[in-house]
């Protein structure tokens, strides 16, 4: 399975963008698809998760700014960013975890950066 995400930018504080994860195969036969994202200097983040059930999950930080969707028909994932601030700044990245308990496949990160 390989996933692309897609989407990042250069936006200012305050605006919006909207991420994309495609994913090679059928996205109905995974257990949780998750966004990360690492900042500069830091370790890498969790932000948001869907599940198989259609369950979503969100990180403190992001919650009522950030809303993950799914697509099953074309197999992608979304990350609805609103309300973007500087410290959301860093490269995003899509994982999937196929039933094994951990997140075994990644996609290659997407920039976001927030100017204030």
């Known amino acids: 399975v390989q996933l692309q995400a897609s989407g990042g930018g250069l936006v200012q504080a305050g605006e919006s963008l909207r991420l994309s994860c495609a994913a090679s195969g059928s996205i109905r036969s995974i257990k949780a698809i998750a966004w990360f994202r690492q900042a500069p200097g830091k370790s890498r983040e969790w932000v948001a998760t869907t599940t198989n059930g259609g369950t979503t999950y969100y990180s403190d930080s992001v919650k009522g700014r950030f809303t993950i969707s799914e697509d099953n028909a074309n197999n992608t994932v979304f990350l609805q960013m609103n309300n973007l601030k500087p410290e959301d700044t860093a490269v995003y990245y899509c994982?999937?975890?196929?039933?094994?308990?951990?997140?075994?496949?990644w996609g290659q990160g997407t920039q976001v950066t927030v100017s204030s």
């Open positions: 994982a999937a975890d196929y039933w094994s308990g951990k997140y075994d496949f």
